[in-house]
């Protein structure tokens, strides 16, 4: 603003003093700029002795010093110039405001006494002041207007794109329906959070694009931009208001795992148990195993998990909760309370990458009413008198036929289907006859003989788990599965 009202003042010839090329050159380009003014840049200097030396040969109406210039003494050209016999006026233009340019007449003053009178300086008549700083009120208030309705436009933007983006995540469900009362919280706190983003995407974005389309420079424009500084008081408000920002998140979620740790006084206890690749559900209160995971609604259920082998996760999505369950026994057994409040059917999965099958490593979940609840337990509770009815509820409830298929397919184990007196070789070579010695041996001691073509990732301790009435069970289902006989 400094450069317009000189242009258009009496001054033609002019000087520079700097020792930055950037400022010489940047300033030579915007004078010679402005065509419509006779501003003639007749040099640049980049410290006294030059300028001593310019100035009789060049003879300048004005010289602009750099006022920020740490290497250049600006105390002696004022010195020399201000109080020297020629009539010479000097400015010390700082690129650090682009508004104003400190004007020094040709005057009787102390150099030394600069930087106070910068200090002390206030708008007052011309007359009573050795310095005066130049202003343009017409030109600040027109650049104001315009930055004005520059800022209300884009902020008029900015509300109007996060109401769309808050529309269009209300009509898509971007979670699955809530199932539980631990549910019910967290939506409520993603809820807000997709808002904040909303917000967040909507300022940058629509900032950013506005900027381009009406802040991009001009065709055939070859002027410097203006030189912007930090504004400190911006600065530390967006330091102030993300930080109070992820503060008060921080409160909500902790409100959030408190509400989801709340414990009832008599919850529902059932072990849950992972293992490559299936789940198995106790319960202990009724001695009930199963590989359905039963669940009545309204109940707080909690569930005790562990793993056999390696670490597996639990994770129904329409529950939100999810935890690990560890390998180590009871050392290492995790707690995670559940209320259901929806009836229904759920999947329920391994949220934990297991190994080769983890993708099939699910479970039903059915959450269904008290007196259901109650029926099932009563079915669950009585064992069928035949053996192999018994048997093949041991194969599910205890994972079998996660590993081993009942109609032939390939899967980790061998197939059940046809097993029964089928000759079985090993991988030291040696065989022997599917009887059910060998059978029984296989379940209680999996790692004593390997069938070629596999390997031995059965867990060990299904002789701990298993009474032998089970195990006999479990060979009387596995001969029903094959039509031969045995010698």
Not at 427 to 453: C, F, H, M, R, W
Request: net charge neutral.
């Amino acid at each position: 603003m400094f450069l317009s009202r000189f242009s258009h003042s009496k001054y033609r010839r002019v000087l520079i003093a700097s020792s930055h090329a950037l400022f010489g050159q940047g300033l030579r380009s915007l004078l010679n700029a402005r065509k419509e003014a006779s501003v003639e840049v007749v040099g640049i200097v980049s410290n006294l002795d030059e300028a001593l030396s310019a100035l009789e040969k060049l003879n300048p109406d004005l010289i602009i010093v750099d006022y920020d210039d740490q290497i250049l003494n600006r105390d002696e050209f004022l010195a020399r110039f201000v109080e020297g016999e020629k009539k010479l006026r000097v400015v010390l233009l700082s690129l650090q405001s682009n508004r104003e340019a400190i004007v020094y007449d040709r005057r009787t003053l102390a150099a030394a006494q600069i930087d106070d009178w910068l200090e002390e300086w206030s708008i007052s008549d011309e007359s009573t002041k050795p310095n005066r700083r130049i202003k343009f009120p017409k030109m600040e208030n027109k650049i104001r207007r315009s930055n004005m309705k520059h800022f209300i436009v884009a902020t008029m933007l900015v509300i109007l794109v996060t109401a769309l983006l808050l529309f269009g995540l209300n009509h898509i469900q971007l979670l699955p329906i809530q199932a539980s009362a631990q549910a019910k919280t967290i939506d409520n706190l993603f809820r807000l959070e997709f808002m904040v983003i909303a917000f967040l995407f909507s300022l940058i974005v629509v900032f950013m694009i506005y900027s381009i389309i009406f802040f991009r420079k001009k065709k055939n424009d070859t002027t410097d931009a203006i030189h912007v500084e930090g504004n400190p008081k911006i600065e530390v408000a967006w330091t102030i208001a993300p930080l109070i920002t992820v503060l008060f998140f921080a409160y909500l979620g902790g409100q959030s795992l408190a509400e989801t740790l709340r414990a009832d006084p008599k919850p529902l206890q059932i072990k849950v148990i992972g293992q490559q690749w299936s789940w198995r559900f106790e319960y202990p209160e009724y001695g009930i195993v199963s590989n359905t995971l039963m669940m009545p609604a309204n109940k707080q259920a909690l569930l005790k998990l562990s793993s056999e082998d390696v670490i597996h996760s639990f994770w129904v999505p329409e529950f939100r909760v999810k935890q690990d369950a560890l390998p180590g026994g009871d050392k290492f057994v995790r707690e995670l309370r559940v209320t259901p409040t929806r009836r229904g059917e759920f999947i329920l999965r391994c949220a934990e990458l297991c190994g080769r099958l983890h993708t099939t490593m699910q479970s039903t979940v059915m959450v269904v009413s008290q007196t259901d609840f109650e029926a099932w337990v009563t079915k669950e509770s009585g064992l069928s008198e035949d053996p192999v009815e018994r048997g093949k509820k041991w194969s599910e409830n205890y994972g079998c036929v996660s590993c081993h298929s009942v109609d032939g397919r390939q899967l980790v184990g061998p197939s059940w289907k046809d097993l029964y007196c089928k000759q079985a070789t090993f991988t030291d070579g040696t065989s022997t006859i599917a009887n059910e010695t060998y059978i029984s041996e296989s379940i209680l001691n999996p790692g004593a003989k390997i069938v070629q073509g596999f390997q031995n990732v059965m867990p060990p301790n299904f002789a701990q788990l298993l009474k032998d009435q089970q195990v006999n069970d479990l060979v009387a289902y596995i001969k029903t599965l094959s039509s031969a006989t045995c010698p």
